[in-house]
């Protein structure tokens, strides 16, 4: 699902590129360390990248199959489109870069990472959907009637925002279907068995209180994956971004910055020097 | 019914406290602290003799009315001396304290009591908010904020870090995990819709203190109507009320007991400046407060408090069916009893002590 009315920062500047056949859009801002932001359902939501963009530069590729983009009938598996997700990459960011994506990006990011793990510098997977271990799933997104129920889910305090998001139906019908069709909300057992391979630095972040992926699931990625951090942000669901953008760009943009380091305090607790 | 004993610890002579909050240091006597210590936890010692099946402790500050700042020191040095009861912490004032380090507390006395901890979560009174200096108006936020962290760290198997709006920390392992898994029985102690909602959507019992019946109804029929819409009932252990009480052989000794204490004038609980106490409420709930406004009288006029309560005063008879309304009409399934009110000493408060167990105890433990 894609919220209408969802426009590009004044601070990025849009670009196009055909890839598999696919024209990718994709926006840049910013100058620094790089960080690829995969965009997959963009909930009309651009906090993070903007604030990423203050420090870093800061390239987010639109998936093929949402936004703007049109009805991708073309890739086949969450796998190939990572492939294509690389191939934009590849022409656009020389040497490493921080990958990262929100829910079903943050899976393409992981497949991303799996395939190309040499261009990979660090991974950040906000709200991935990929493990879903059955003992702990809460009430499915997937299992979830009509849209209202389903966006009810995304937020621990829906009341608060549903009134101001404004849903693009026939987006979300055809953001979802690709979602579905990609089994982007299906345990993905393939990706969990490879975790072990993820050797760059990863931190996982949840909503404490996310109702369509128990953020219990954090702990899968931390057991599996060497060199890895949960980071859990309260009073958020799935969309931290719209509830608790604050918490997510510190975090994400300490990540960013220190790597599994951002465990050390820097701040000062000095009240009169 | 089940019974709790609470093990308050008053400094002995309490009695000679001037009517103050906080009660100045220089009162403090310590050959009478540690005799008060000891007598306080022979009283624990008989409370568990006699079949009390709790012993809680509460955590108060600056004052020796109930001389447990750190309640996890008290109850550990009680656990090793009482080795039946349930150990409770009714509770932790979270908005005060570091989560993490409440969640480290708490494990820890899980473990060296064998899993008899029961965790008790509250916001405290409003002179607590002033213990090491938290805003009045964030004590909400951050005893909601407490409660999800805690229970986080006491359950989740993986280091994590935490973002929260009161708290950060970029690591969090508590060391050592709980006995009782998931998560040792929680209470939590409030009066507040939000809190008593808290409390039934995520399936933890509720705590009330000091309220009447009635009163305290009105809490536990939400309580149990929100409990019911999240698809649980609670068990009686579920629903605890803390009332202060006294006991004596007849109906008439008590009577007169409470007579003389209400003629004595007494001072009342928690005693402040009205400047201060309204400076407090006014920013707990928002509002203003302008010093400039305030007209001061005699220093002894200025100082305001709680009047003092009791929930159950009588013969044994009668304070058992004082105590089963708490039970029929609010649910209540244990009551967490405050023996140590003013002017009664160690020696009658451990009369008191086995007077319950003898005649009281076996008409509660039937309902």
Redesign the interface.
């Known amino acids: 699902m894609t919220l209408a009315g969802h426009q590009p920062s004044g601070l990025f500047k849009e670009d196009f590129l055909e890839v598999d056949g696919f024209r990718i859009r994709y926006e840049e801002a910013g100058q620094g360390n790089q960080v690829v932001l995969l965009e997959g359902e963009s909930w009309g939501l651009s906090k993070l990248r903007d604030a990423l963009s203050e420090r870093y530069r800061v390239l987010a590729i639109e998936l093929p199959g949402f936004g703007k983009s049109g009805t991708n009938t073309i890739s086949k598996s969450l796998a190939e489109l990572a492939i294509t997700a690389s191939k934009v990459v590849e022409r656009i960011v020389e040497g490493k870069f921080t990958l990262m994506g929100t829910s079903f990006a943050a899976n393409v990011a992981l497949w991303q990472t799996l395939q190309s793990p040499e261009m990979v510098e660090a991974l950040i997977l906000i709200s991935p959907t990929a493990i879903l271990p059955a003992e702990i799933l809460p009430k499915t997104f997937a299992s979830a009637n009509g849209q209202k129920e389903r966006l009810r889910l995304l937020l621990a305090h829906p009341d608060d925002l549903l009134s101001a998001m404004t849903v693009d139906p026939d987006l979300w019908s055809r953001e979802q279907e690709l979602v579905l069709r990609l089994k982007g909300q299906t345990h993905d057992e393939v990706a969990e068995a490879r975790l072990g391979e993820i050797k760059c630095p990863t931190l996982t972040v949840f909503g404490?209180n996310d109702r369509s992926v128990a953020p219990?699931a954090?702990?899968v990625y931390?057991?599996k994956i060497p060199n890895s951090?949960?980071?859990?942000?309260?009073?958020a669901g799935h969309l931290m971004e719209a509830e608790?953008p604050e918490?997510?760009i510190?975090?994400v943009s300490n990540y960013v910055e220190h790597r599994e380091t951002?465990?050390?305090?820097r701040g000062s607790n000095l009240i009169n020097p | 019914m089940k019974a709790s004993y609470l093990g308050a610890m008053g400094y002995s002579e309490r009695r000679n406290f001037p009517i103050a909050w906080p009660i100045p240091p220089a009162y403090h006597d310590p050959e009478t602290s540690v005799r008060s210590y000891q007598e306080g936890m022979a009283e624990c010692e008989l409370a568990e003799e006699i079949g009390f099946d709790w012993i809680s402790f509460s955590e108060h500050h600056y004052s020796g009315r109930i001389a447990t700042g750190t309640p996890v020191v008290m109850a550990a040095a009680v656990a090793e001396r009482c080795k039946k009861a349930k150990i409770a912490i009714l509770g932790h004032l979270l908005p005060l304290n570091n989560p993490v380090r409440v969640a480290e507390e708490l494990g820890l006395l899980d473990n060296i009591t064998n899993g008899r901890l029961i965790i008790g979560f509250l916001r405290g009174t409003p002179n607590e908010d002033q213990t090491y200096g938290v805003n009045p108006a964030e004590g909400r936020g951050r005893l909601l904020e407490g409660m999800d962290l805690i229970i986080k760290a006491l359950t989740e198997p993986q280091p994590f870090s935490w973002e929260g709006r009161y708290y950060q920390y970029r690591t969090v392992a508590v060391w050592p995990r709980p006995v009782q898994q998931p998560l040792p029985p929680v209470i939590v102690a409030t009066r507040s819709d939000d809190t008593v909602k808290y409390a039934a959507d995520n399936h933890l019992g509720l705590g009330v203190s000091f309220l009447p019946v009635d009163e305290m109804a009105k809490i536990t029929d939400k309580y149990q109507s929100w409990c019911q819409a999240a698809g649980w009932q609670p068990e009686p252990e579920q629903i605890v009320y803390r009332g202060s009480i006294y006991l004596s052989e007849t109906d008439k000794q008590a009577q007169d007991w409470f007579e003389n204490l209400t003629r004595s004038k007494p001072a009342p609980a928690i005693a402040m400046r009205s400047t201060v106490a309204g400076a407090i409420d006014a920013a707990r709930t928002g509002s203003e407060f302008d010093l400039r406004n305030v007209v001061a009288g005699s220093a002894q006029g200025d100082i305001v408090g709680l009047s003092p309560s009791l929930s159950f005063v009588g013969g044994p008879d009668t304070v058992a069916k004082q105590i089963k309304a708490f039970h029929d009409r609010c649910g209540v399934g244990v009551v967490d009893l405050f023996f140590q009110q003013p002017s009664v000493d160690h020696r009658d408060v451990m009369k008191e002590i086995e007077l319950f167990g003898r005649e009281v105890l076996p008409q509660i433990n039937e309902f």
């Open positions: 404490v219990e954090a702990r931390a057991e951090n949960i980071s859990l942000v309260y009073d608790r918490a997510l510190d975090a951002f465990i050390v305090g």
